[in-house]
């Protein structure tokens, strides 16, 4: 596909919108569906399982994050029946959009490339080794929490007062980022599983000017991974980089268009709220930082900042040709902030059930 029209049909859905920034239309009960299929989840396990997979809400694992091949708790594809995993697979559907869901299936696909390429000498490479974790107990009411990670997936979601849907840390890695290799049963040669992340970005950094590029490049050289990392809690990055404000028309349209395409991984109505935060922070502080080479196949990175939010893209591992991408809340990962105002409304305590 050409490049024009992969644009093209990128920014169709933010250029019908005449508030600038796509609004989704929140369909049915997203909670309450979530809600329903952790419970058909959690109610398919027997009581190892569960007590593999069922945690506390005020757990110190709810809010352990990690992307890496690193041992984690909660209860994997490897240990579940058919019908469980099929009851695992439909809470996953149930907490993200389709996009969302192909995006996460073909991450886990790459473990067989990577399986295959290191022959069992690096890391251990699985596809079954996906976790899924609930804190708390699902409820209209309550809060509550469920987590899916893996190797280069790692989705976290939490459920205030039953309804209102906190979807960060989110984060999609892939190794490779580009497939050369032919492995059965895997991305096929050429999928490039986060192209969009990366088309999107090169062609705002290609519609600046000489001027603006001296303010969007704010170093020629890409650190070696998404600044965040794997912190439970993430600060403010260096205010640099060139702000939305200081944008022409199609220049804003491109870099929403990369802000819509990390929200839509979610449901219609998670993005909706993610975009009533961005639009609430102030769309004109918003700023847009490129670091390392501008040539394709080289180091990169680039992030995306504003007053309560962190898109972070990196591809510098492996020859440039392995990808971590991350939507962070400043003070919202794992839902703290409208926890904190819950709390502070109505004083109590949430009792461990493990």
Not at 53 to 81: I, Q, W
Not at 217 to 228: E, G, L, R
Not at 230 to 235: F, H, P, W, Y
Request: with cysteine.
């Amino acid at each position: 596909m050409k490049r024009s029209r992969f644009l093209a049909y990128a920014l169709t859905g933010i250029l019908a919108c005449s508030g600038g920034l796509a609004v989704w239309a929140q369909r049915g009960r997203p909670a309450q569906n979530m809600q329903t299929a952790a419970k058909a989840f959690l109610e398919s396990l027997d009581a190892a399982q569960k007590q593999k997979a069922a945690f506390a809400f005020d757990s110190d694992e709810r809010t352990n994050y990690h992307f890496t091949p690193v041992k984690r708790l909660g209860l994997p594809l490897k240990e579940m029946t058919e019908p469980q995993r099929k009851a695992a697979f439909t809470l996953l559907s149930a907490s993200l959009s389709e996009k969302g869901v192909q995006r996460a299936a073909s991450v886990r696909d790459l473990e067989k490339i990577l399986l295959s390429l290191e022959m069992g000498k690096g890391p251990v490479r699985d596809p079954e080794l996906y976790f899924f974790s609930v804190f708390g107990e699902p409820s209209d009411t309550g809060s509550w929490g469920w987590r899916y990670e893996g190797h280069h997936c790692a989705l976290n979601w939490t459920v205030v007062k039953g309804r209102t849907i906190v979807a960060a840390p989110q984060f999609y890695g892939t190794n490779p980022a580009e497939v050369r290799v032919d492995v059965p049963g895997a991305p096929a040669r050429g999928t490039r599983v986060l192209a969009a992340e990366e088309d999107l970005a090169r062609a705002l950094l290609g519609a600046l000017t000489d001027e603006q590029k001296k303010t969007a490049i704010i170093d020629v050289k890409a650190p070696a991974d998404i600044i965040s990392g794997e912190k439970r809690q993430v600060a403010i990055l260096e205010d640099k980089g060139l702000a939305y404000s200081d944008m022409n028309a199609d220049q804003k349209k491109m870099l929403e268009a990369i802000i819509q395409e990390y929200a839509s991984k979610q449901l219609n109505a998670v993005a909706r709220q993610r975009v009533q935060k961005l639009r609430q922070g102030g769309l004109d502080a918003v700023k847009f930082a490129w670091m390392g080479s501008t040539e394709k196949g080289q180091g990169h990175y680039y992030r995306v900042q504003g007053a309560s939010f962190l898109i972070e893209y990196d591809n510098t591992q492996g020859n440039a040709n392995h990808v971590h991408s991350v939507w962070r809340e400043f003070n919202g990962d794992f839902g703290r902030d409208l926890l904190a105002e819950h709390y502070r409304a109505t004083p109590h305590r949430y009792v461990a059930a493990r």
